[in-house]
C-alpha cells in the first residue's frame, strides 16, 4: 500500500501559559526589580499592545467564532526597554518583550520574555552588537512588506510553510535564542542590516546564521536576506528580498521567499497595496501565493487573497476589520488564523472585527 502524501501545513500556535508556583514566584521577582528600575533609572520604558477581536473562520466543512488576539500587524504584547547613555556616542541598552492572550489573560508561550529579551551595547558610529533571543534577519521581509504583516486573517503567515519555525526541522525562521548579533549604524545613507549567528547549545534545529541588507530612502525601501540551519543532519536555507514604493495615493509592497530542506524548496510570493482613505483611514489589499517542489510536495500549493479597513481613533487607538481566502491545491492544508483543523486540499476563510490600543 502506499503511504500517504505528507500535507503543506503550517505549524500551529500553542496557547498555554505556565502556571507553576516557580514561573508565579519568578514573575513578581521580576516585576518588582523593573519596577524599581524605573524609578531608578530615567531611560526605562514600558510599552505594549492590547488587541482583540472577534474572528470567523472556515475551513472544508467546519467553521468556528472565536475571540482572539494579534490581527493589527502586532499581537498583544507587553514590554520594558531602556537605553543607558555612556557618553562618546556609546548606549547600553536593554530590551524584554512577552506575548499577552488578553481574552484570556494569560501569556502565550512558557517563556515570560519570549518574543525579545536582548542587551546590547551601541554606537554612532560604529553599530550596535546584541545579545539574547532576538528576531532573525530572514524575518522581517515577509512581515515589514506585507500589508497585514504576519498576524491575523490576512496576515502573510498563513500560507508560509513550517510558520513559525522553518522546514526540515529548523526553528529559527522568526527567532533565535542564544544570538550574537550585529546592526549596522543609522547614518549610512539610507543603507541598514542586521547579521545574526546563533548557538544550538544543544537543540537540533536551533543554530542559526544569517545577515539583512537594505536601503530605504524617500518613498522607496528594498531588503534582501538570508539565513541557515543545520538540522536533521541537512542544512537549511532560506532566502527572501522585499520591497515597498509609497507613492503618497497608494504604497505598494510585496516579497519572494525561498525556503529548502529535505530535498524540497517551498516558494512564496506575497503582492499588496495599502490605500489612505482621508486622515483616519487604510484600506489593505493582497495575493499571496505558496508553491511546493519536491518528490513528496509535487503540486502542492495555495494562493491567499485578503482584503481589509483600519479606522484610527486616535494615534494609539484603532478599529479594523479584515477578511481572507485561502485555495489550497493538492495536499496543502493552509488556513486562516483560528481555524479549525480541515483535511489536505480543502479551502478556508477567515473574517475579523477588532480594535488595537498601543501604550
Not at 522546514?167 to 546592526?183: D, E, I, K, P
Amino acid at each position: 500500500m502506499t503511504p500517504p502524501k505528507p500535507s503543506l501545513r503550517r505549524t500551529g500556535r500553542v496557547r498555554a501559559a505556565s502556571t507553576t508556583p516557580a514561573f508565579l514566584f519568578l514573575s513578581g521577582i521580576a516585576a518588582c526589580v523593573l519596577a524599581t528600575a524605573a524609578h531608578a533609572q530615567s531611560g526605562v520604558t514600558i510599552f505594549g499592545t492590547l488587541d482583540l477581536n472577534v474572528t470567523h473562520a472556515k475551513a472544508g466543512g467546519a467553521s468556528v467564532t472565536s475571540m482572539s488576539s494579534g490581527g493589527n500587524l502586532i499581537p498583544s504584547r507587553l514590554g520594558f526597554r531602556g537605553t543607558e547613555d555612556l557618553g562618546g556616542g556609546l548606549a547600553a541598552s536593554f530590551w524584554l518583550e512577552a506575548q499577552l492572550l488578553p481574552d484570556s489573560g494569560a501569556l502565550e508561550g512558557s517563556a515570560l520574555f519570549h518574543r525579545r529579551s536582548t542587551v546590547s551595547l551601541s554606537s554612532t558610529a560604529w553599530g550596535e552588537v546584541r545579545l539574547g533571543r532576538d528576531y532573525a534577519p530572514t524575518f522581517w521581509n515577509v512581515s515589514q512588506f506585507a500589508p497585514f504583516g504576519t498576524v491575523g486573517v490576512g496576515g502573510s503567515a498563513n500560507i508560509i510553510e513550517g510558520w513559525p519555525f522553518g522546514t526540515g526541522g529548523a526553528r529559527t525562521f522568526v527567532r533565535s535564542a542564544n544570538s550574537l548579533g550585529y546592526l549596522l549604524p543609522r547614518n549610512l545613507g539610507g543603507v541598514y542590516g542586521q547579521a545574526m549567528v546563533a548557538a544550538a547549545e544543544g537543540a537540533d534545529g536551533a543554530r542559526y546564521t544569517g545577515a539583512r541588507l537594505g536601503y530605504a530612502s524617500g518613498p522607496v525601501d528594498v531588503a534582501v536576506a538570508y539565513g541557515e540551519t543545520p538540522a536533521k543532519g541537512q542544512t537549511n536555507k532560506v532566502a527572501n528580498i522585499g520591497g515597498s514604493y509609497n507613492f503618497g495615493m497608494v504604497k505598494l509592497m510585496g516579497y519572494w521567499l525561498d525556503q529548502r530542506a529535505q530535498g524540497t524548496k517551498h516558494s512564496n510570493w506575497l503582492l499588496g497595496a495599502t490605500v489612505p482613505t482621508g486622515d483616519v483611514g487604510t484600506v489593505r489589499l493582497s495575493v499571496a501565493e505558496a508553491k511546493a517542489r519536491g518528490a513528496a510536495v509535487a503540486g502542492d500549493g495555495a494562493r491567499q487573497i485578503a482584503v481589509g479597513y483600519v479606522h484610527a481613533l486616535s494615534k494609539r487607538t484603532a478599529l479594523y476589520t479584515a477578511y481572507s481566502r485561502i485555495t489550497n491545491r493538492g495536499s496543502a492544508v493552509f488556513m486562516t488564523s483560528e481555524a479549525p483543523e480541515a483535511t489536505p486540499g480543502c479551502n478556508a476563510s477567515g473574517l475579523q472585527f477588532g480594535i488595537s490600543h498601543s501604550f
